[in-house]
C-alpha cells in the first residue's frame, strides 16, 4: 500500500507537519491492553544503544537457554539480547543470530510462552540488513514458524529520525535532509547511496528484494481514523515481504503496533528491522524521559570519581570531547591505534594508560579514548578487523582500571564500544535497563552480575544527542555522587 499524497510531502518544506493527518493518539495504555496474552518481544540489538529508550526491561549480554529463562522469568512484555553483531563480520554475525534464535526457542518452549522477534538495527541504517532477519526468518521456518511479513520500522523518534513519504530523515543543524546526504551513510562498512527505505533494501540486498516488491505504508494510511491499514498489508504480505513503514511520532509507531499485535494474533508471521523507537512502543512504555536524580544518586559512589571510554569517531563525538573538556577539565589518556595496531608496542602502551588512569582516578574523571583519527582497512572486512583490535585493547585497558580502583561510574561512548565494555571488561552477562539518563537518547544500566555488580554503566551512542550532551550526562552524574564542581 502506498499514499500518493504523502509523496507530495516532503520535510524539506517548512509545513510539512500540518500537511499530513493529525496523529491518531495512541495511549500507552490501549498498547498494554493489547499486550496481555500477546507474544512475547525478544529484541536482538545489534550494539548496546539501542536500550536508551526503555527503563526497567532485562538485558542480556549472553544468550545461554538460562539466561533467556531468566529474562522470561522476569515478567516484562519483552527483553533485550545484546549481539553486538554490527561489529563482526557477515558470516560472524548470522551465526550469533542463529545461535540467539535457537536458544530463545528453546527456553520459551520450556517456559510455555510464544515469542516474536525485532532485530534492532542502528535509526541511521547501518548494520546487516537484510542478513539478520534472513537468519531470523530462517530459524523461526526451522521451528515451524513461517514468516510472512518483513517489518521495517527504523524511525527514531526522539534523535530527530523519521520516516516520512517512505524517505527516512535525518534531523541536523539545518533542520531535517534525507538520511544518505549525512556522515552515516559514508560508514566504511555499512555505506549506502538511498534514502527511501525500498530503494535501500534493493541496495542492500543486492537487488535480491526489488524496491517495487516493498510495501510502504505511509503516514495517511498510519493516521487514519479506525487503523487497520498497516493489518491488512501484512495480512496480505508472502514469503518474508518487506514492508516499509512511516512514523513521525511516537502515537504513529503505537497506532502501527496496535496492527502488528492484531495480525500475529491472527496468525501472520512477522520479524521486525526496527529503530529503538519501535521498541517503547512495542512495549507499552512512556516516551523516554530521564531517570530522576533521586534514582540516579543510590547508583552513583560518592567516594569516587568516573571513568569515560570513548571508541566513537563520528564528528560528533569529537565535538562532545571539546564540550567536555571546556566545563569539566578531565585528565584525558589515548589509546594510539597506531601502537595498538603494533603487537611490539601494544602491551606496554596499554600497561601505561592503565597506570596514568589508576593513579588519576584518586583525583579526578577521566577519559580513556581512542586517538581520533579514524584508522581504515582497504575493505569493509579490513575495516572491521582494525575495530575489533582497538576495540580489544580499550576493553582490556578498561577492565584492568576497574579492577584496581572501581570508578563511581563507567560511561562508554560508541555502540561497539559500549558493547565491549559491558560484556568483556565488565563481564555483564544479565543487567536491568534503569532509564535514560538524558530523555531518549543515553541508557543508564544496572547489573545483576559480573565482577562490576552494582556499577553504574552508561551506555552512549557515538551518533545521538549534541554537541553538549556528553558534558551534561557527566555533570548529571557528578552532581548525583556530589561532585558537581569542576576541578581547579
Known amino acids: 500500500m502506498t499514499a500518493s499524497r504523502d509523496q507530495l510531502i516532503s520535510p524539506r518544506d517548512a509545513n510539512w507537519a500540518e500537511a499530513l493527518p493529525q496523529a491518531r493518539g495512541v495511549t500507552v495504555a490501549e498498547i498494554r491492553a493489547r499486550l496481555s496474552g500477546a507474544r512475547r518481544l525478544v529484541v536482538l540489538d545489534d550494539d548496546p544503544t539501542g536500550t536508551q529508550t526503555v527503563r526497567d526491561v532485562p538485558v542480556l549480554t549472553r544468550w545461554d537457554v538460562e539466561d533467556v529463562r531468566w529474562a522470561l522469568r522476569q515478567g516484562t512484555p519483552g527483553f533485550y539480547v545484546l549481539t553486538n553483531?554490527?561489529?563482526?563480520?557477515?558470516?560472524?554475525?548470522?551465526?550469533?543470530?542463529?545461535?540467539?534464535?535457537?536458544?530463545?526457542?528453546?527456553?520459551?518452549?520450556?517456559?510455555?510462552?510464544?515469542?516474536?522477534?525485532?532485530?534492532?538495527?542502528?535509526?541511521?541504517?547501518?548494520?546487516?540488513?537484510?542478513?539478520?532477519?534472513?537468519?531470523?526468518?530462517?530459524?523461526?521456518?526451522?521451528?515451524?514458524?513461517?514468516?510472512?511479513?518483513?517489518?521495517?520500522?527504523?524511525?527514531?523518534?526522539?534523535?530527530?529520525?523519521?520516516?516520512?513519504?517512505?524517505?527516512?530523515?535525518?534531523?541536523?543543524p539545518a533542520g531535517l535532509a534525507p538520511i544518505a546526504d549525512g556522515e552515516y551513510a559514508r560508514d566504511a562498512t555499512f555505506g549506502y547511496h538511498s534514502s527511501r527505505l525500498a530503494e535501500w533494501v534493493e541496495e542492500k540486498s543486492g537487488g535480491r528484494l526489488r524496491a517495487d516488491q516493498v510495501a510502504e505504508v505511509h503516514l495517511t494510511d498510519i493516521r487514519a481514523a479506525g487503523g487497520g491499514a498497516l493489518r491488512a498489508v501484512l495480512s496480505a504480505a508472502q514469503d518474508g515481504q518487506v514492508v516499509a513503514i512511516d512514523a513521525a511520532t511516537d502515537d504513529d509507531l503505537r497506532s502501527a503496533v496496535l496492527d502488528i499485535i492484531a495480525a500475529e494474533r491472527a496468525g501472520v508471521g512477522i520479524v521486525q528491522r526496527v529503530g529503538p523507537s519501535f521498541v517503547r512502543a512495542r512495549l507499552g512504555q512512556e516516551d523516554g524521559s530521564r531517570i530522576d536524580d533521586e534514582r540516579l544518586a543510590q547508583l552513583v559512589d560518592p567516594d569516587a570519581h568516573g571513568l569515560v571510554v570513548v571508541g566513537s569517531h563520528v564528528g560528533l563525538t569529537t565535538r562532545q570531547l571539546d564540550v567536555l573538556r571546556q566545563r569539566r577539565s578531565p585528565t584525558e589518556l589515548e589509546l594510539d591505534v597506531a601502537k595498538v595496531m603494533d603487537p611490539a608496542d601494544r602491551a606496554s602502551h596499554v600497561e601505561q594508560l592503565v597506570r596514568q588512569a589508576v593513579t588519576a582516578l584518586a583525583d579526578n574523571l577521566v577519559v580513556l579514548r581512542t586517538s581520533r583519527q579514524l584508522v581504515t582497512g582497504i575493505d569493509a572486512n579490513g575495516s572491521l578487523d582494525i575495530a575489533r583490535t582497538v576495540s580489544s585493547a580499550l576493553v582490556d585497558a578498561t577492565a584492568r582500571i576497574v579492577g584496581q580502583r572501581r570508578p563511581s561510574f563507567v560511561l562508554a561512548k560508541g555502540g561497539i564500544t559500549s558493547s565491549d565494555v559491558a560484556t568483556e571488561a565488565l563481564r555483564m552477562d544479565r543487567a536491568w535497563i534503569r532509564g535514560p539518563i538524558l530523555d531518549g537518547i543515553v541508557s543508564l544500566w544496572e547489573a545483576a552480575s559480573g565482577f562490576a555488580a552494582d556499577l553504574p554503566y552508561v551506555v552512549f551512542a557515538g551518533n545521538v544527542g549534541d554537541d553538549t550532551s556528553l558534558a551534561d550526562v557527566v555533570e548529571r552524574l557528578e552532581e548525583a555522587s556530589g561532585r558537581s564542581e569542576k576541578p581547579a
Open 85 to 172: 553483531t554490527r561489529s563482526l563480520s557477515p558470516a560472524a554475525a548470522a551465526e550469533r543470530n542463529r545461535d540467539v534464535a535457537r536458544a530463545c526457542l528453546e527456553a520459551a518452549r520450556l517456559e510455555d510462552v510464544q515469542l516474536t522477534f525485532a532485530s534492532r538495527g542502528d535509526s541511521t541504517l547501518r548494520g546487516h540488513f537484510p542478513l539478520e532477519t534472513d537468519v531470523l526468518a530462517e530459524v523461526l521456518a526451522e521451528h515451524g514458524q513461517p514468516t510472512h511479513a518483513v517489518l521495517l520500522a527504523p524511525a527514531y523518534i526522539d534523535a530527530g529520525r523519521v520516516t516520512v513519504g517512505g524517505v527516512h530523515w535525518a534531523a541536523g
